[in-house]
């Protein structure tokens, strides 16, 4: 069974895929579980000539629980060999087992838009990666409310585009910056790397892909300002960071990844601060990384990370 990439701050990812990998293809699978999804899809694809490489699997219960499914097979396919396939595979096992399910081309990294306002540790580690070819993204474009970050991103290559939230008209502001995602994308993924705008309802409806957050959970009773100050007050013994798919309630998405660090009483605020910050970069990298590698299936208000 294969198992997920894991970053820490040891250890380097594997880098994407280059031009003279195997070709791999990426099926998810959600379903309603019952006996004979496995040998059916694995027969299927035996049966076009594909090499299964990885398969991992989950079910919430075997005995009418959710199934879950993501299998890595090695197949060489042009578009139209690509689109037929889908057809067929959508035809002879999706309908018959009820499945929601994609096929994801591993050799085409997934692009991604940036969202950023002051804090810069997020966004330059994600930055860093992508060009140390850490994560499978191509990230295309970031942009923010503010100018501060300019001089950094244009130092990476990556254009910086600055869209001002003024007071009283942010709905302006989210037009154009959805003006902006449509006029540079398409974007698989958009990412708020300590975006410090909420995001309307009606923007994540129009934005028209995934959207993941990164922010301080493990700090729950100290929301707005100055957490790290309340919660030396309050004498906290752990500080941690939870990264998750952005919906309509606020940071109530599904929880793609958390971590947390042991702090003591010896730490001042600005301790806790850059402790907190660090959680904060590497829980991002994970999601991001895991989202971009098709490792995160969606149940609900939760979700299956292989």
């Known amino acids: 069974m ?29 379903c309603p579980d ?11 694809l035996h049966e076009t000539g594909a090499n299964i490489v990885s398969s991992d699997q989950h079910s919430t219960d075997p005995r009418g629980g959710t199934f879950f499914m993501r299998m890595e097979f090695n197949l060489p396919l042009d578009e139209g060999a690509r ?6 595979f959508g035809a002879e096992i999706g309908v018959p087992f009820e499945m929601r399910w994609r096929m994801a081309d591993a050799q085409r990294p997934k692009r991604v838009a940036v969202l950023v ?24 474009l970031v942009a923010s409310n503010h100018e501060d970050l300019r001089t950094d ?20 502001a989210e037009a154009r910056l959805l003006e902006l995602l449509e006029r540079e994308g398409p974007f698989d993924l958009v990412v708020l790397a300590r975006y410090m705008q909420i995001l309307s309802a009606d923007f994540l409806e129009r934005v028209g892909g995934p959207v993941i957050n990164i922010h301080h959970s493990f700090l729950p009773a100290f929301a707005g300002a100055g957490p790290y100050q309340r919660a030396k007050e309050r004498g906290v013994k752990l500080v941690g960071a939870t990264a998750h798919y952005v919906t309509e309630d606020l940071d109530a998405g ?3 990844d958390q971590d947390v660090i042991r702090v003591t009483h010896r730490d001042d605020a600005a301790t806790l601060e850059r402790l907190g910050a660090d959680v904060e970069r590497l829980v991002l990298a994970r999601a991001v990384l895991w989202h971009c590698e098709d490792r995160v299936l969606v149940d609900g208000n939760t979700t299956v990370v292989f």
Not at 13 to 21: I, L, Q
Not at 34 to 44: E, L, P
Not at 117 to 140: Q, V
């Open 2 to 30: 294969a198992t997920s990439t894991t970053l820490t701050e040891s250890a380097s990812v594997v880098a994407p895929a280059t031009a003279g990998a195997p070709p791999i293809t990426r099926l998810l699978i959600s």
């Open 34 to 44: 019952r006996a004979g999804i496995v040998a059916a899809v694995s027969r299927f």
């Open 83 to 88: 689109v037929e396939l889908e057809r067929r």
């Open 117 to 140: 306002s002051r804090y810069e540790h997020c966004l330059l580690d994600l930055l860093w990666r992508g060009r140390r070819g850490e994560i499978e993204a191509d990230i295309a």
């Open 153 to 172: 991103v244009e130092a990476f290559g990556i254009p910086y585009h600055h869209v001002p939230v003024a007071k009283g008209e942010k709905a302006a």
């Open 254 to 256: 599904p929880i793609i």
